[in-house]
């Protein structure tokens, strides 16, 4: 019966410890593809929009289709990062059309995320 009541209780922390750890992992940051239109002009350029799903985070770097398309505003998050509040978008501009875009990576401080568009 020792045993038995050993054994529940390791379950049961083992339990909760999985639980605690899947929490955690909740996305800190959603990416949302669309075009920005230039202002006095018919040309529409492919965006990559990172929007901030918690309190804080720090954006370090947005790789687009694994590198082989130009991330315009890489210069401004590569040497400090972007911190952004919850709601808070970082806007990135690249060179690939809309429609080639398959992969966006994301570095944040805590994380790398890697999202996958059909």
């Known amino acids: 019966m020792k045993s038995f009541s050993h054994r529940h209780f390791l379950v049961t922390i083992l339990t909760l410890l999985v ?3 899947s929490v955690n992992d909740e996305p800190e ?13 018919s040309v529409r350029v492919a965006r990559v929009n990172v929007q901030s799903l918690v309190d804080e985070t720090t954006i ?14 890489k210069a401004k998050t590569a040497k400090t990062g972007r911190t952004l509040k919850y709601g808070e978008i970082l806007k990135s501009l690249t060179s690939c059309n809309l429609d080639n875009i398959r992969e966006v990576e994301v570095t944040t401080e805590k994380n790398i995320y890697t999202v996958t568009f059909d």
């Open 19 to 21: 639980i605690g750890c």
């Open 60 to 73: 370090h770097e947005v790789i687009i289709n694994r590198g082989n398309c130009v991330n315009y505003d």
């Open 29 to 41: 940051i959603e990416v949302i593809l669309d075009y920005y239109q230039v202002p006095n002009n």
